[in-house]
T-cell receptor, first 114, second 112 residues
Framework: NAGVTQTPKFRILKIGQSMTLQCTQDMNHNYMYWYRQDPGMGLKLIYYSVGAGITDKGEVPNGYNVSRSTTEDFPLRLELAAPSQTSVYFC?????????????FGPGTRLTVT | GENVEQHPSTLSVQEGDSAVIKCTYSDSASNYFPWYKQELGKRPQLIIDIRSNVGEKKDQRIAVTLNKTAKHFSLHITETQPEDSAVYFCAGRNNQGGKLIFGQGTELSVKP
């Protein structure tokens, strides 16, 4: 199993541009999450999903959108990028029937908005 | 909603000493408390976790204790080694969709 994969690894955006961060998991996990991690800070939940077709806001959803059309994929969309969205983005997944909801993280996407 | 506070933000110890990191949580309904280790430039990885029906759990050199009454839990690392140097995050689980609320992180430095 590849686990949780994210693309791209790095990206530089200009202010006002849009992009989609891709996240795929091959563990058949129902739950998926998007976090952002600012330098020297903790992980803040942006959006999460408990299954295909279901998404919900986390702690910091403004400026982002998500969709969950399949169990495997959970893309994160940034519209009108702002410098405040410069961060490292981590996708994670877990299973409600798995080991105590352990979350498995992807390798992260480092995004810079200038 | 849940709020998790973590202390200290930085911790420096000598190799072989013990390290303790403490977290408090606000939601008395939270029932699962994992600890993640994040090495520089890497993804967070689970190192130990505890459920609310257990007071203590140990795995080799690491242990976690939970005080439900006081709503705090702690990570204990004994006989620290340089490879323990990393950022450690605690978290509390909100029952909605298994989502975790993370503490701010503790940067642990183990000096040889």
């Amino acid at each position: 199993n590849a686990g949780v994969t994210q693309t791209p690894k790095f990206r530089i955006l200009k202010i006002g541009q849009s992009m989609t961060l891709q996240c795929t998991q091959d563990m058949n996990h129902n739950y998926m999450y998007w976090y952002r991690q600012d330098p020297g800070m903790g992980l803040k939940l942006i959006y999460y999903s408990v299954g295909a077709g279901i998404t919900d806001k986390g702690e910091v959803p403004n400026g982002y959108n998500v969709s969950r059309s399949t169990t495997e994929d959970f893309p994160l969309r940034l519209e009108l990028a702002a410098p405040s969205q410069t961060s490292v983005y981590f996708c994670a997944s877990s299973s409600p029937s798995g080991r105590l909801n352990e979350q498995y993280f992807g390798p992260g996407t480092r995004l810079t908005v200038t | 909603g849940e709020n998790v506070e973590q202390h200290p933000s930085t911790l420096s110890v000598q190799e072989g000493d013990s390290a303790v990191i403490k977290c408090t949580y606000s939601d008395s309904a939270s029932n699962y408390f994992p600890w993640y280790k994040q090495e520089l430039g890497k993804r967070p990885q689970l190192i130990i976790d505890i459920r609310s029906n257990v007071g203590e759990k140990k795995d080799q050199r690491i242990a976690v204790t939970l005080n439900k009454t006081a709503k705090h839990f702690s990570l204990h690392i004994t006989e620290t080694q340089p490879e323990d140097s990393a950022v450690y995050f605690c978290a509390g689980r909100n029952n909605q969709g298994g989502k975790l609320i993370f503490g701010q992180g503790t940067e642990l430095s183990v000096k040889p």
